[in-house]
């Protein structure tokens, strides 16, 4: 009788809390806040208004890209880590300092006022 | 004959009417051309014809004016141009060091006209690298190129006289072209010098100072006063080496040769506005009341 009282109380205790065993394994940020069938409602809802050219996109880019137009699906986006952030950078200064320096051998620059041969 | 406004003032200056003009095109294409883009291109040297109107226009220009060179310098020259204005070919560079093999072995054939071409083609590579080698700070390299553009338009140039004092020569190089080569050899210091140092460099003036480069733009000018690159250059000089009168006399020759000169903004095909231009710098301070 003890034992099934305490039972009781523990499982009340478990309910109020709220825990729910389904979805304790995601975080926040992991759980599905857009469904398919909100995409397609939207889908449906913007073809109702598509013009004729509209109609030739396939209709799952047309899903594919109204949900990512719409705000309100969007969540948090994922950040890159520091280091491949620091990496990118890294690169693109390379390409940049690589791209500021004109080939040897290329068309001819006229970019200043330089005097443009004759023939 | 750089442009296109030259072309048609030149090809307009033998006395032709529009009307005759036009026939002479629709001999080129049988298409024609629209009378209103020839009078546009006549009147204003910023205008920028399509590539076909371009094509008409000099295939017409050069049956007129035929080159005294030899056909196949010719299109030698008018491959490289290709080349070195092409935008999407990977192998500029391996390209035109093979063009280079051929021309050094070319240049010990044919006749001295054509040695003469050669030559001129070969300087004409060495000078087309100038600005880049200049903008990337190599200066080694900027140094070499320049001294052998300047050797092949110097042999050119000398070739070019010999044929002239040749009794039996019976082509006559005329004075445009030698002023073209003379230009050329004047591109090759203006070109290799920064923007910020042409006024203090002293190759640039020595040059300008043993040459008759100043009184040969004078007399180009004379027989075609519609050519506004010579006025251009005669005024960018004569505002490097800040001479006064020589400012004044090319600045006249450039609003006479279009009137749209007179704005220092003006930006015609090819060049920028003479206020964005340092080497302008002075001649604007004279000009300006």
């Not at chain 1, 909100?38 to 209709?59: G, M, R, V």
């Not at chain 2, 490289?80 to 240049?107: E, P, Q, T, W």
């Not at chain 2, 460099?201 to 004379?222: F, M, T």
């Amino acid at each position: 009788m003890k034992t099934s009282i305490i039972t009781l109380i523990f499982l009340f205790f478990i309910s109020s809390c709220g825990f729910n065993t389904d979805t304790d394994h995601l975080s926040n940020t992991q759980k599905p806040t857009k469904t398919p069938l909100s995409a397609e409602k939207l889908a449906t809802s913007k073809e109702e208004t598509l013009t004729p050219d509209q109609h030739l996109i396939p209709k799952n880019r047309a899903i594919e890209q109204e949900s990512i137009n719409s705000a309100d699906i969007v969540d948090d986006p994922i950040k890159p880590l520091p280091n491949q952030n620091k990496t990118t950078t890294i690169y693109n200064a390379k390409k940049l300092r690589k791209s500021a320096e004109h080939p040897a051998i290329k068309p001819i620059i006229i970019e200043e006022d330089d005097m443009p041969r004759l023939d | 004959m750089s442009n296109l406004y030259s072309k048609v003032h030149r090809l307009k200056s033998q006395g032709w009417t529009w009307n005759h003009f036009l026939q002479q095109i629709d001999l080129i294409y049988a298409g024609g051309i629209d009378e209103k883009t020839l009078l546009a291109l006549y009147r204003q040297p910023h205008r920028k014809a399509s590539a076909h109107v371009n094509k008409v226009i000099t295939t017409l220009h050069d049956n007129v004016f035929a080159s005294p060179f030899p056909e196949d310098t010719q299109a030698l020259l008018a491959i490289y141009n290709r080349l070195i204005h092409s935008k999407n070919n990977a192998n500029v560079a391996d390209d035109i060091s093979d063009f280079i093999i051929f021309l050094n072995g070319d240049l010990q054939h044919g006749s001295t006209l054509r040695q003469a071409r050669l030559h001129w083609i070969k300087a004409d590579i060495h000078l087309d690298q100038l600005s880049n080698l200049r903008i990337n700070g190599k200066k080694l390299a900027l140094l070499s190129q320049q001294k052998l553009a300047l050797y092949h338009y110097q042999q050119s140039y000398e070739l070019l006289q010999e044929l002239n004092s040749d009794q039996q020569n019976d082509r006559y190089i005329d004075d445009f072209t030698l002023y073209k080569v003379q230009q050329n050899m004047l591109a090759c210091y203006l070109n290799s010098s920064h923007p910020q140092q042409r006024y203090q460099d002293n190759a640039l003036h020595n040059y300008l100072l043993h040459s008759n480069y100043i009184k040969d733009s004078k007399r180009a000018l004379h027989s075609e006063p519609y050519q506004w690159i010579i006025a251009r250059n005669g005024l960018r000089f004569s505002s490097i080496q800040k001479n006064a009168d020589n400012c004044d006399y090319f600045y006249r020759a450039l609003i006479s040769a279009n009137s749209a000169f007179t704005d220092y903004n003006y930006a015609p095909l090819g060049a920028p506005a003479i206020i964005n231009s340092e080497d302008f710098k002075w001649a604007i301070q004279q000009l300006t009341p």
